[in-house]
């Protein structure tokens, strides 16, 4: 299973708006773009990624890829900055992909816990001995 569940759900969304929501818009959906339902179905639980054919097809269909893979339409990153590119860059190469895991991280109790790990971690790194008691001089 793939880390992000987040493009499978946003797949499926645009499969939605783009064939409905009734009994046969799987079938719809991979005939379109050219796949069995099961080969569909693999996107759509996540358990693989498509490729560049696939991405390929599916903006001949009209998904705005930007926003299959960052969840941003396109037209909203345009107004943004180079900074702020690269700020989200950043949090979805941590896996931070989803407004959801953005409002966790800046919780404050799980804020506060992370960068006293943090804290304890680099301490524990720069003290003599790595952890170890000093001895006394």
Not at 10 to 19: C, D, I, T, W, Y
Not at 47 to 72: E, F, V
Not at 101 to 124: F, G, M, P, Q
Request: positive net charge; charged residues 25%.
């Amino acid at each position: 299973m793939l880390k992000n569940n987040a493009i499978a759900n946003r797949l499926k969304e645009f499969g939605q708006s783009k064939f409905g929501t009734d009994h046969g818009w799987k079938k719809q959906f991979a005939d379109a773009l050219g796949v069995t339902t099961q080969h569909l179905d693999r996107y759509l639980s996540a358990a693989s990624q498509p490729g560049n054919k696939m991405y390929t097809r599916l903006i001949h269909l009209g998904c705005d890829i930007q926003w299959l893979l960052t969840g941003i339409p396109s037209k909203d990153l345009e107004s943004i900055t180079m900074a702020e590119k690269e700020i989200l860059l950043t949090l979805r190469k941590s896996g931070i992909d989803t407004l959801e895991k953005v409002r966790y991280l800046l919780n404050t109790e799980h804020l506060a816990s992370d960068i006293a790990a943090a804290a304890v971690k680099e301490i524990k790194s720069r003290w003599p001995g790595k952890g170890r008691a000093r001895k006394k001089s």
